[in-house]
């Protein structure tokens, strides 16, 4: 990680399976756009309750990419 | 959400097997007596070592119910 | 816990696979040089990225154990 | 203050027009079983976006109560 | 919020009048480029001081919106 | 404290004679309807000053409580 | 701002009616013995409750001002 | 407290024997010369070692005044 | 301190009695091992309730000692 | 900074030399696409070790720009 | 420091070329009227950016001096 | 990064010069006992003044070494 620059940018994502599917799919929708994420950093978790159960997860992910 | 008030409360749930059973068994527990739950937020993964190992899994999680 | 003094270190774990696991892997390689290990923190949750996809997770982990 | 036992509650109110207007909603809608509120403390403050706009107003409070 | 990816940033907007309008100035001024704004935090409250009065409110605001 | 939910709540007690007393008034106070109180986190000490001296003590407890 | 040396104090203003307000307040009071104010940050959001209403807003505000 | 404006200044005081001490041995100081202190906050609870014992302990302590 | 490299490390103690005593007795375990103590700061203060009473006060303390 | 609305992006940068020189290889790298940069923050300050040596010095800088 | 009294004032200074050299700006200012500094923390480390370069470095600063 | 376990230890260095040399010094002194250290964080940025000058600087730095 030496000479480069990085960005982090902040995503939201949801999964009704538990938190590292929330994480992959905020990271697999960004890779749509962004190239070269290197790492992330899990800053929330929260979910929403449905029925008095839980309905899905939703995590907040700080991503980190080089600026090329 | 636009126009309710809610409560949240905090509880503290544990499971042998991960965190997400953790926290579901906080919310089926709280599920007992209230009523309208609508959303969490983890902010406490702890958890027991036993004999090496982890025994299990302990979440602190804040509950948000909608004041009817 | 009422008579004891306890230490705290801080562990950091990882796994391919899950937080569970990242966690499992640092308590278990503490194992082989520290004795009476009682509860951990998990204090942030990481991980890298590889190709568009979580190649593992990286977990920090407070560890107390019972200083004999 | 001196020689009282308080209790702390945590709320969420909202509103369409202001800040001070969401935490008097959630005051006044905790007053209908809550008595002897003493003070509060503004400790989130968020909202919703609708249509490109300020949709409403929503903060978390906490309010101390004396335990009579 | 079930099944979506949103993407989250943090904009600073300022008004003369009240932390509400700061608010809105962000807001606006963000929906030129931004579509599917949905919920925002505002994380910081300040203000410049001119001539012994308040010149204007500046707001830091973290705002999520809907990746289509 | 494997297989329990346990809930938390926020309690304010006072002293005149010292910050252990103050938290102890808290504890014994709640034990009046709570039941299977188990730990508590010292969350904020505070005071008043009466006449340049310190008229009480005044601290913020969180304390867990099995629910049965 | 970039060749002078700032003090920071901190102050907390009141007021009946608004947050705005209640940092306007406590601006005006410190303009009495200090000048050269610069900027403020708004560090808490606080209240007190009066017969189940907002009796009146407190906000702690940490100013900036040049040392000439 | 309704009607006023505070200060806020940040003393450290200390004590050989106890935390309750530090604390009054920084509010005794203070007030030579400052009036009309109200309450206090200790935000940080330190001290020293020698020989392998406690020395003395020091407290940071917020306390805040009225402004006549 | 001028020309030193202190290591610090995290310790936990208990008392029935009070925090000081709490630290005490972490301070002297600790010395069975580590020479040189200088220093430390209280990071958090706990306990556990028994029989609706304070059974112990737990207290974590970050200590710092020169590497010789 | 009156009537503007501002943007804020986080940033990487490394150096081998200082702190100083890794935040300015951050905001050099950013006005390659970003114009009208006017403050920053440093956020983290870290580094990676090689070798027993500072191998590199990297920060994360939080930096806002004007919105035309 | 054991049978002091300190007082903590807080400051911001700045330079156009480092970090070092904003603190020692804002102690040196200090010093024309404070007596007895003792100690520091630098608290926030910021810097304003002309031209598409750091213009200059702003840090704040906490300092410590004895009340004789 | 994938597949160690660190460990973290948390240093204190001092220099009379710089931040960047205080760092340096803790990792030389702690390079004497401690192989395979990866990378490190500077948590605390603190120093002392000696006739109203900066005498040296004290950084605090967490630093994570691979356990073999």
Redesign the interface.
Known sequence: ??????????????S?T???EA?????????QTVRN??????T??????ED???????V?V???FT?D
Chains 1, 2, 3, 4, 5, 6, 7, 8, 9, 10, 11, 12 share one sequence.
């Open positions: 990680m030496s000479d480069h620059v990085y960005k982090k940018i902040e995503l939201v994502g949801s009704p538990s938190i590292e994480v992959a799919n905020a990271i697999t929708r960004a890779g994420m290197r790492w992330f950093e899990v929330e978790t929260r979910g929403h309750v008095g159960r839980i309905g899905h997860w939703q907040t700080s991503v980190g600026l």
